[in-house]
């Protein structure tokens, strides 16, 4: 499962903490950690992973 769906799943009251940490098999520093990742890099990451190509040049000059 994405880690960013478990953490979702977590800010949105579906699972505990500790199950979040579970689930993604990280003890509660390390998801500490993963929780305080910046907005900006979040959604730059799942942007980049909707949109592959979005960055390339058109090759069909």
Known sequence: MDKRQVITAYRRGFVSLH???QILGVDLNQLS???EEPQSAREHSQSAKEHPH???QSVNS
């Open 33 to 35: 950690r993963l929780m």
């Open 19 to 21: 199950e979040c940490a």
């Open 54 to 56: 979005k960055d390339r």
